[in-house]
């Protein structure tokens, strides 16, 4: 079973600051990894999927990188409507998906 | 539009049964595997099982295998999971989501496990 950790597991921003997010896969899941971005009450967003490429509709201040083992999501400038629960997805071996724990981005 | 909808959750006991449903539409459904991701309340996102497009192939995760059957009607454009044994533990929202197009999310259906 492939076990995906994220950190850190709660991260305080400031507005207009950057962000940046990490995911570790116990194992190679090559680029099948994509980011979602969750708010309270809503299902998951896709924002990242392929490790890098901006789903369709997400701003360009979202970019997201690795391969292998190590990924990171990075936003760039922060604004009020991205403070969410953001989570990590390998998809390598579907059906069966593996989630991070996902990562609290709270307004400092 | 691609749409997935979710319905059948309620409040059940602790060893009761329940079937969800999963509408689709707006794309093929029959060419594309199926998943049910579940959340606890205040905890994160889990995978519950998979079906393939056919539906001649079914995943579990360990939490819920023998207890819960996935399966699909292609003709209805609808995906299943029946769940038995119900454990307080299965309290979550239930969501199917398009294993391939992965921005594909139903909105959730929500299941209550308790006495």
């Known amino acids: 079973e492939i076990v995906m950790t994220q950190s850190p597991a709660a991260l305080s921003v400031s507005p207009g600051e950057r962000a940046t997010l990490s995911c570790r896969a116990s194992?190679?899941?090559?680029?099948?990894l994509a980011w979602y971005q969750q708010k309270p009450g809503q299902a998951p967003r896709l924002l990242i999927y392929?490790?890098?490429t901006r789903a369709t509709g997400i701003p360009a201040r979202f970019s997201g990188s690795g391969s292998g083992t190590e990924f990171t999501l990075t936003i760039s400038s922060l604004q009020s409507e991205d403070f969410a629960v953001y989570y990590c997805?390998?998809?390598?071996?579907?059906?069966?998906?593996?989630f991070g724990q996902g990562t609290k981005v709270e307004i400092k | 539009e691609v749409q997935l909808v979710e319905s059948g959750g309620g409040l059940v006991q602790p060893g009761g049964s329940l079937r969800l449903s999963c509408a689709a539409s707006g794309f093929t459904f029959s060419s594309y595997a199926m998943n049910w991701v579940r959340q606890a309340p205040g905890k994160g996102l889990e995978w519950v099982s998979g079906v393939s497009g056919s539906g001649g192939g079914t995943y579990y995760a360990d939490s819920v295998k023998g207890r819960f059957t996935i399966s699909r009607d292609n003709s209805k454009n609808t995906l299943y999971l029946q769940m038995n044994s119900l454990r307080a533990e299965d309290t979550a929202v239930y969501y199917c989501?398009?294993?391939?197009?992965?921005?594909?999310w139903g909105k959730g259906t929500t299941v209550t496990v308790s006495s």
């Open positions: 194992q190679s899941v090559s680029s099948n």
């Open positions: 997805l390998q998809y390598n071996n579907w059906p069966q998906w593996t």
């Open positions: 392929g490790a890098s």
């Open positions: 989501a398009n294993v391939q197009k992965l921005s594909v």
